[in-house]
């Protein structure tokens, strides 16, 4: 859904499916709007910058996924808790606790990018990817302290072949 810039104005948004998309005339900062989500926060920027500027609450309890080209800035200490998915474009952290309450992060597509706030040791949180894991250090020193778990999660219809072909 492509929200209204009205939408700037007040009111929680909670996920419970679907997806956030920006627009050019709209990349607000919700981050402190998001609230009591029971499915992922699924933000599509379609080839925007946006940037959160405020912290995204605990009572998320089901993730971040970061859908579309552009770029998805986290500048805040966030507390989601849950699985980050980086499925397309650019997911920016500029805050040491910009990923929430210690949850995996998986790709599915995508860059995870550091910079000078955050060059977090993020190795062994990074699991069940199924794309190449895409990491930006942008011209920052990041050292990986431990080993980064790089075995492939199937997707559901790859289980369902696997399945089929074994019976």
Do not use: C
């Amino acid at each position: 859904m492509a929200a209204p810039a009205h939408w700037a104005e007040s009111g929680d948004i909670t996920f419970t499916g679907g997806t956030l998309q920006f627009t050019s005339n709209n990349t607000g900062n919700y981050a402190t709007r998001i609230k009591g989500s029971t499915s992922a926060i699924t933000l599509d920027t379609n080839g925007q910058t946006v940037i959160f500027t405020g912290a995204i609450a605990s009572t998320n309890g089901a993730g971040l996924t970061k859908t579309g080209d552009g770029t998805l800035t986290l500048s805040n200490a966030n507390a989601y808790a849950g699985v980050t998915t980086i499925n397309a474009g650019t997911l920016r952290l500029d805050n040491t606790n910009a990923l929430g309450g210690g949850g995996d992060i998986t790709f599915t597509g995508g860059t995870l990018q550091f910079t000078s706030n955050n060059t977090g040791n993020y190795a062994t949180r990074i699991k069940g990817s199924t794309s190449a894991i895409a990491l930006d250090t942008n011209g920052q020193t990041v050292s990986f302290t431990s080993a980064i778990d790089f075995t492939k999660q199937r997707r559901p219809d790859e289980e369902r072949r696997r399945h089929a072909d074994a019976q």
